[in-house]
């Protein structure tokens, strides 16, 4: 069984940093596609970061030239190191992993962690 844990939310003024983490464990023979994604209340969920195998990274415009992705592959990691935060980041952010295994392949979620930004 695949679990992504994530870690690393909480609360910021605005202009702040945080670093979000997300570690995946279990059978992975290896992860595809890393990811960030975000959902505010009453909103719908929608991609920030993204990932690739071969290091290619895509960012959401709201969110370009304030945060970063990278990852760590022996660790199976990935990051967000957001910084320039404005109170519309506000939202539980959600890490996810496309993981190829010994017979299958399938994209994983973390459980999400709560970044608030205070005005």
């Known amino acids: 069984q695949v679990q992504l844990v994530e870690s690393g939310g909480g609360l910021v003024q605005a202009g702040g940093s945080l670093r979000l983490s997300c570690a995946a464990s279990g059978i992975i023979f290896s992860v595809k596609t890393m990811g960030w994604y975000r959902q505010a209340p009453g909103k719908q969920r929608e991609l920030v970061a993204t990932?690739?195998?071969?290091?290619?990274?895509n960012y959401a415009d709201s969110v370009k030239g304030r945060f970063t992705i990278s990852k760590d592959n022996a660790k199976k990691m990935v990051y967000l190191q957001m910084d320039s935060l404005k109170p519309e980041d506000t939202a539980v952010y959600y890490c996810s992993m496309r993981i190829r295994g010994p017979v299958w392949e399938d994209d994983y979620w973390g459980q999400g962690t709560q970044v608030t930004v205070s005005s």
């Open positions: 990932i690739l195998s071969g290091g290619s990274t």
